[in-house]
């Protein structure tokens, strides 16, 4: 369900995110972005690079986090600012599941025509994003 | 090996005119789950689709041996972008990308790639930066 952004006031959180990420929708994020790193998609090239298994990109978890706001974006906002840190992998199994990623949002600042968020993001007991801020520009 | 510390500031040449379509911006948002937007006027991109204009250049520059950088072993560890307007279906846009800073820590080449986008009218949409991190073999 769409919230109303500019009627939360510093503090609130928004509706918590939680979505799947399986093997298939890094192929499909590899050919959308054009980055075909092999780490993302071969156990044997990621594993021998030092990691547990394919992970998914920083981008993609980066590109799906913000959904937590966007999907509550109206058409006449855009997002004038978005930062993130990689602190820790996702790391995607080979199977249906895939990993779960949990994104909370809380408002840090408003001002006329923009609002300011953190995101906090993690998968298992791992914090995956750090310092994410993003902005949301009304005018 | 370590990062070339003379290609601080070096800017690559400006990228051909990249035409934004709507099955880019569709294909993009179906694979971050995100809603792909089919019947609105204007068909505007999610926050972090300019990464996929600037990969061209940034995979360029990361395998480029002046620059001197192990590519196999580069991670992504910060990301910024600035935007002054949504990118959007229609859009023909350049891309420059300038290698902004590189530091050599304990053997870890540290890498910051500026990529500008600009639309047909030269006007700036978007600034990211970019921190990507070459891991020493331990």
Known sequence: MTMNLQLLNVGD???LLQYRVKRADLIKYAGASLDFNPIHY??????SVGLPGVIAHGMHTMGAVARV?????PASAFISSYSTKFSNPVVVPDDDAGALVSVNATVTAKEANSMFFSIETSCGD???LSQTKLTVNFS | MAANLEMVGFEYPAS???QV???DIQNFCSAIGDR???FAKTVSAPPTFAISLIMQAMTYAMNDPRLNLDYARVVHADQKFEHSRSIVAGD???VQLTVADIKNKMGNDFVTFVSKIFDAKNNLVTTSSSLLVARTEA
């Open chain 1, 13 to 15: 959180n928004l509706t």
């Open chain 1, 42 to 47: 071969s156990d044997r090239i990621a594993t």
């Open chain 1, 69 to 73: 706001i966007t999907d509550h974006l």
């Open chain 1, 126 to 128: 791992q914090k995956v």
């Open chain 2, 16 to 18: 051909d005119p990249l």
């Open chain 2, 21 to 23: 379509t709507v099955s």
């Open chain 2, 36 to 38: 792909v937007p089919a």
């Open chain 2, 92 to 94: 023909v846009l350049t």
